[in-house]
């Protein structure tokens, strides 16, 4: 069940879902220009901070235990902007980025307990932008701001500025109780009986 | 009480953002990337010299000296949650 724009307002009210900083103003009023709530979901930002992949001579190996976030960072260019300096997203060019606002789906409130979904907004689309095209889930109990990859599929180059409007978070109720992710065992030789 | 796990830190993708290697109980390595507010470090890491440091986590079960415990974010290779050896575990009173 999406939760409605109220549901929204109702569940950050109760600490059931964290927006940090809150998204506002809540509703339109005359005179103002922008409210990040449609009718089902919120918009969400974009930080200042990006990160660009390196290209090179080395391809990424996700089977290497514990170099795979080492690797990754290593090859990768941190750019922080700004209002003078926003970013030109060029045709065919990927770059990682997050939100500006930090996500929390607590799991101490529940249940019912709430997941959240990340898409990109439509006027982005339009501009062959693709803000985020894998991994939408945001799982109950998730806490930090969200990581999106964006990628410029379109033929012009595309300004990205901070804290402007990048995403649309869907927020989702689950139904019935969970456990903290026991698939994740299936990789792992976990002692017998511990689970 | 904040509980935490030893690792090692380097520099992540973003300013902010941190890399972060650890060892499940039976050696194998974990990798995940992790913010500054769920790390606990003494100096600042560099892409050369990656520090010693712990990241927050929350306890699960116990059996003998094996412990499952929840990371603050996923790993790469064995999802949030993973077996650790309890002496891997340290404790700090919060104030």
């Known amino acids: 069940m999406i939760l409605s724009n109220l ?4 569940a950050l009210d109760e600490g059931r879902l964290v927006i940090d900083p809150e998204p506002s103003p809540r ?9 990040p709530y ?4 919120v918009d969400l930002k974009l930080h200042n901070q990006i990160s660009i992949p390196k290209g090179g001579t080395f391809a990424y190996d996700l089977t290497k235990s514990g170099s795979v976030s080492d690797f990754l960072a290593r ?3 941190k750019l922080v902007l700004t209002k003078e300096q926003p970013f030109p997203l ?3 060019q990927f770059i990682l ?3 500006f606002e930090r996500i929390g789906l607590p799991t101490d409130k529940g ?6 979904r990340i898409e990109g907004k439509s006027s982005r689309s339009r501009c062959g932008v693709l803000v985020h095209f894998t991994a939408p889930t945001v799982h109950a109990g998730w806490n930090g701001p969200l990581t999106l990859e964006i990628i410029n599929l379109g033929p012009t180059t595309f300004i990205l500025r901070p804290e402007m409007p990048i ?3 869907i927020i989702e109720e689950v139904q019935g109780q969970l456990i903290q992710n026991p698939s994740q065992f299936q990789n792992q030789s976990t002692p017998e009986g511990l689970t | 009480m904040e509980i935490w796990l030893d690792c090692t830190i380097s520099p992540g993708q973003f300013t902010g953002e941190y890399a972060v290697r650890g060892n499940l109980f039976d050696g194998t390595e974990f990798s995940m990337f992790a913010e500054k507010e769920d790390l606990n470090f003494q100096s600042e890491p560099t892409e050369d010299n990656p520090v010693v440091g712990l990241i927050r986590i929350v306890p699960g079960p116990q059996k003998d000296d094996l412990l499952l415990v929840r990371l603050p974010q996923p790993t790469f290779e064995n999802g949030q949650t993973i077996t650790v050896k309890a002496n891997q575990i340290r404790e700090k009173i919060c104030k």
């Open chain 1, 7 to 10: 549901e929204i307002q109702k």
């Open chain 1, 27 to 35: 509703e339109l009023k005359p005179g103002v220009k922008y409210c």
């Open chain 1, 38 to 41: 449609d009718t089902t979901a």
């Open chain 1, 75 to 77: 090859n990768s260019m």
């Open chain 1, 90 to 92: 060029e045709p065919k």
């Open chain 1, 97 to 99: 980025a997050k939100t």
């Open chain 1, 111 to 116: 249940p019912p307990y709430l997941a959240g």
């Open chain 1, 167 to 169: 995403a649309q978070l």
